[in-house]
């Protein structure tokens, strides 16, 4: 049972990566037959289409500082928020909650006007910037991030360490970077691995924030192969195959934690 289930699973990725190598022709007659003739010609039109290289250095720079700011704040917010009781913490905590039950659909309109205020105030592109997408990024992750860390800390993470780091004269940052921190490690990967996913294969937010093809990730330069009339099946799998790859090398390089 186990075995057609995970064969129902990796069918869609199948699908994907046989049809990269095959014309539109050989496609349209058996979706699910082997190509005839292995070729690379559809991945190099793809990778000139899209500009591959320059697309996959702004995905990464997304991806890597959004969840960089995230992992680190939210380690912090959290182990905060555990260890002061009081009413604005509980408040600051039950905020963040609710946070992750908002639907980005509801939202999405007015973060767009939100992002071209703060543009005018500030004088600095909040839109079609990846800085901008990465601020918001951040602030979108925070409501999960600090749930995983806030749950860990408080059930795994001893006061009695934190008192032991200030008498042998830890500050509050060294007890926080070498004491808790390295303690998190366990959620820090989690989140790391949720937030990773959701980023680079992340299409609605991106598409609504940048405009110029020189800022665009990977997802959003995908539809470029998606016309009104015709659609380039082959060098859209060829594409999506070449997406995914990064992701799945990290998910399994990660699997050990």
Same mark, same amino acid.
């Given at each position: 049972?186990?075995?057609?289930?995970?064969?129902?699973?990796?069918?869609?990725?199948?699908?994907?990566?046989?049809?990269?190598?095959?014309?539109?022709?050989?496609?349209?007659?058996?979706?699910?037959?082997?190509?005839?003739?292995?070729?690379?010609?559809?991945?190099?039109?793809?990778?000139?289409?899209?500009?591959?290289?320059?697309?996959?250095?702004?995905?990464?720079?997304?991806?890597?500082?959004?969840?960089?700011?995230?992992?680190?704040?939210?380690?912090?917010?959290?182990? =905060?928020?555990?260890?002061?009781?009081?009413?604005?913490?509980?408040?600051?905590?039950?905020?963040?909650?609710?946070?992750? $039950?908002?639907?980005?659909?509801?939202?999405?309109?007015?973060?767009?006007?939100?992002?071209?205020?703060?543009?005018?105030?500030?004088?600095?592109?909040?839109?079609?910037?990846?800085?901008?997408?990465?601020?918001?990024?951040?602030?979108?992750?925070?409501?999960?991030?600090?749930? $995983?860390?806030?749950?860990?800390?408080?059930?795994?993470?001893?006061?009695?360490?934190?008192?032991?780091?200030?008498?042998?004269?830890?500050?509050?940052?060294?007890?926080?970077?070498?004491?808790?921190?390295?303690?998190?490690?366990?959620?820090?990967?989690?989140?790391?691995?949720?937030?990773?996913?959701?980023?680079?294969?992340?299409?609605?937010?991106?598409?609504?924030? $940048?405009?110029?093809?020189?800022?665009?990730?990977?997802?959003?330069?995908?539809?470029?192969?998606?016309?009104?009339?015709?659609?380039?099946?082959? =060098?859209?799998?060829?594409?999506?195959?070449?997406?995914?790859?990064?992701?799945?090398?990290?998910?399994?390089?990660?699997?050990?934690?």
């Amino acid at each position: 049972a186990l075995l057609v289930f995970c064969l129902m699973y990796l069918s869609p990725i199948y699908i994907i990566v046989v049809n990269s190598f095959k014309s539109r022709a050989e496609m349209y007659t058996n979706v699910l037959a082997l190509p005839e003739t292995l070729t690379w010609e559809y991945y190099a039109g793809a990778v000139q289409r899209m500009d591959f290289i320059n697309v996959f250095k702004n995905s990464l720079i997304v991806t890597l500082c959004s969840v960089a700011i995230i992992v680190v704040l939210c380690a912090m917010a959290a182990w =905060m928020l555990v260890r002061t009781h009081t009413r604005l913490s509980r408040f600051l905590y039950s905020f963040l909650i609710v946070t992750m $039950l908002i639907p980005f659909q509801t939202v999405m309109m007015p973060l767009m006007q939100e992002m071209n205020s703060l543009t005018k105030a500030l004088g600095i592109p909040m839109k079609n910037s990846l800085g901008g997408l990465i601020f918001m990024y951040a602030g979108f992750g925070a409501g999960m991030g600090v749930f $995983l860390f806030h749950g860990f800390v408080k059930s795994s993470v001893p006061v009695s360490l934190e008192e032991a780091a200030i008498i042998d004269g830890c500050n509050i940052w060294q007890v926080f970077w070498r004491i808790v921190f390295p303690i998190l490690k366990p959620t820090t990967v989690t989140v790391i691995i949720l937030d990773v996913i959701w980023i680079w294969n992340d299409y609605l937010l991106p598409s609504l924030t $940048l405009t110029s093809n020189a800022n665009k990730t990977i997802p959003v330069m995908t539809s470029l192969f998606f016309g009104t009339y015709t659609i380039e099946w082959n =060098m859209a799998m060829a594409a999506l195959t070449m997406t995914i790859i990064p992701v799945i090398i990290f998910y399994f390089s990660a699997q050990k934690h």
